[in-house]
């Protein structure tokens, strides 16, 4: 027990010298005053959220540091080039369609002439047969072929594919013609919020001239008279308050340019758009009578072949042979001579003067010179849309001039491109 405690003492002696031998002085104290931070609770919650890892902003703010305003200038150019992008878009619609449209009257018209002459065939078959002979055959057969002949015919002079195919090309050379205007406008200047609703009404004006459904939407194929074309937005025709008073800065215009412009417009009224309105209503009563001819010699070379037997029905044969073949020949003349076509191109050149003719009119109208196109690049550019030099656009003013005092008519036309 003895030699127990005299173990415990020492162990607990030499830990105290281990203790004295291992030990650090004091280092004196130092303060350091922090200065204090004015939080209100906003930032404090801030703070907060940014720590447990949410961040809460207004989201007005936001909007405006990811979204950058434009400029009304650079909003014109990105405007432009929407519409110049949906412009190239429209160019390469109506060019398929006007393929497609194309390949129907094609198709169209051989299968319905097939039908119509190998239906005549088998009537004049029959009509050769002699007493005894059974046509009953050929008899269903060339019905069944003039009826769904007579029927195809009728759904193809309603919808006029030829002249469908001529409205896919004029739209597509109108897009183009806008589509290479909004181009320069971009190439040459600065272009502005007017000039953005101009090309916006151009191609919404194109898409209503020229429908791309044939349902609930297409033109008028057989109207009571020509109409031209009309493929541009309206514009506000009005009359000048008083005489223009030409002084120093007359943005290229003169009294001599003005009675010019005045000439032509009277040339192009007396002379090209009444020709060819002229030209487009024979063509209309024309394909109107050849419209309304197909079906019917089809349909009573259906009604023929019915009444078609060995016996003494060769008549009735002889009546379906020729009748077959004459609505052939005139299936043949209307649609393999496109004569809807040829109206449609007529309508749209009576259009073609009819925006000259407003352009002009829409210039002399309006009694500020500086809101006016300049006027030596417009009359050269109604005389490169009449295919006509400068000089020859003036000599055509004066003969105009001359006629008109002499009441004479006018013999030459303002047109000399078409």
């Known amino acids: 027990m ?28 130092i303060q350091i005053s922090i200065p204090k931070v004015q939080t209100n609770n906003k930032s404090l919650s801030e703070g907060l959220n940014n720590r447990n890892g949410f961040i809460k902003t207004d989201q007005k703010n936001a909007i405006n540091t990811t979204l950058p305003q434009l400029s009304p ?6 405007q432009l080039y929407a519409i110049l992008e949906a412009v190239a878009d429209r160019v390469e619609m109506h060019n398929n369609i006007g393929e497609q449209r194309e390949n129907w009257n094609a198709l169209l018209l051989n299968s319905i002439n097939m039908m119509t002459l190998t239906a005549a065939t088998m009537a004049g078959i029959t009509a050769t047969g002699g007493a005894g002979v059974s046509v009953l055959g050929l008899k269903l057969a060339s019905t069944l072929l003039f009826s769904s002949a007579a ?8 919808i006029q594919p030829s002249q469908l195919v001529e409205e896919q090309r004029s739209a597509t050379r109108l897009f183009k ?6 181009k320069t406008l971009l190439a040459i200047g600065s272009p502005r919020k007017e000039d953005v609703k101009n090309a916006m009404e151009k191609v919404l004006a194109l898409d209503k001239a020229y429908p791309l459904p044939l349902i609930g939407v297409m033109l008028e194929k057989f109207p009571e008279s020509l109409e031209p074309a009309v493929w541009w937005p309206k514009t506000k025709t009005q009359s000048p308050k008083a005489k223009n008073s030409y002084n120093g800065n007359n943005n290229g215009w003169s009294e001599e340019l003005e009675m010019e412009m005045r000439e032509i ?3 192009i009224k007396r002379k090209d758009s009444e020709d060819y ?20 010699l089809t349909g009573v ?3 023929s072949s019915g009444f078609m037997d060995s016996s003494n029905g060769h008549w009735a044969a002889i009546l379906a042979a020729a009748a077959g073949s ?4 005139v299936n043949t003349f209307e649609h393999g001579g496109q004569v809807g076509m040829v109206f449609e191109m007529y309508r749209n050149n009576a259009g073609f003067f009819k925006l000259v003719q407003e352009s002009i009119e829409s210039n002399l109208n309006e009694p500020d010179f500086e809101k006016r196109e300049n006027g030596e690049v417009f009359e050269t550019k109604v005389a490169l849309q009449l295919g006509r030099s400068l000089s020859q656009l003036r000599d055509v003013a004066k003969k105009a001039s001359y006629s008109r005092i002499e009441g004479s008519p006018i013999d030459e036309f303002a047109s000399k491109l078409f």
Not at 73 to 78: E, N
Request: hydrophobic letters at 50%; zero cysteines.
């Open 277 to 296: 309105e002229r030209l487009g209503n024979k063509a209309l009563k024309i394909n109107k009578f050849l419209a309304k001819a197909g079906p019917i």
């Open 73 to 78: 200038k650079m909003a014109s150019l990105h």
């Open 326 to 329: 004459l609505a052939s020949a």
């Open 265 to 267: 417009i009277e040339v």
């Open 177 to 182: 013609q806008l589509q290479s205007q909004i």
């Open 301 to 303: 070379a259906a009604l």
């Open 2 to 29: 003895a030699s127990l405690q005299a173990s415990n003492f020492l162990v607990s002696s030499s830990s105290k010298q281990i203790r004295a031998a291992i030990s650090v002085p004091k280092l004196p104290s």
């Open 151 to 158: 029927g195809l015919l009728v759904i193809m002079n309603k």
